[in-house]
């Protein structure tokens, strides 16, 4: 089945600065990529998604990229904030014919520090 | 309009003992996933119903056992708790692609 790696699993940021998660994926079946931001004592909210068949993706100070060639995607945030500060979990998800399954990443803590 | 809805938030069983936690999908959704979440963990995808019949199934024992009813309304039941089986757990609604997730309901296994 489908697995995904996330990294870094912790992340502590300057308010203002740059923030960058980093996934890859096995299964070339994959065409789907969520990410996804949970805070505490809450279900996972989606704040950004990419298809398959699109190179970059950009909402505001969320971005993010895929690299098919390479089964990478990157979550970029910009000029963080404090409310920012949350874990992100990255996703794939595996279609073919009937199935589908979204196999998340192992999550990052990010921390955003005034 | 209501998003995903899971209930009860939080409860509390014994080992040994059985439960089924109930969610209400993204008003036009047809299709309802769950999702096992250990603390500190990545969701863990437990199986997915559509059209009322379960569709694809991850790595879980067969105590897990659910059901979608033709609202698309859905359980997710466990049989014979285990300490391990406490977790947060998440019910996700989707329509063509994008997943909506709940809030989930906490169990804690005594």
């Known amino acids: ?114 | 309009d209501a998003g995903v809805t899971q209930s009860p938030t939080h409860l509390i069983k014994t080992r040994g003992q059985q439960v089924t936690l109930r969610c209400s999908p993204k008003s036009g959704h047809d299709t309802v996933s769950w999702y096992q979440q250990a603390l500190g963990q990545g969701p863990q995808f437990i199986f997915q119903y559509y059209e009322e019949e379960e569709r694809q199934r991850g790595n879980f024992p067969d105590r897990f056992s659910g059901h979608q009813f033709p609202n698309y309304s859905s359980e997710l039941n466990v049989n014979a708790l285990l300490l391990g089986d406490s977790a947060l757990y998440l019910c996700a609604s989707s329509f063509q692609g994008g997943y909506t997730f709940g809030s989930g309901t906490r169990l804690t296994v005594v």
């Open chain 1, 1 to 114: 089945g489908e697995n995904v790696e996330q990294h870094p699993s912790t992340l502590s940021v300057q308010e203002g600065d740059s923030a960058v998660i980093k996934c890859t994926y096995s299964d070339s079946a994959s065409n789907y990529f969520p990410w996804y931001k949970q805070e505490l004592g809450k279900g996972p909210q989606l704040i950004i998604d990419i298809r398959s068949n699109v190179g970059e993706k950009k909402d505001q100070r969320i971005a993010v990229t895929l690299n098919k060639t390479a089964k990478h995607f990157s979550l970029h945030i910009t000029e963080t904030q404090p409310e920012d500060s949350a874990v992100y979990f990255c996703a794939a998800l595996f279609s073919s014919g009937s199935a589908r399954q979204l196999t998340f990443g192992s999550g990052t803590q990010l921390t955003v520090l005034p």
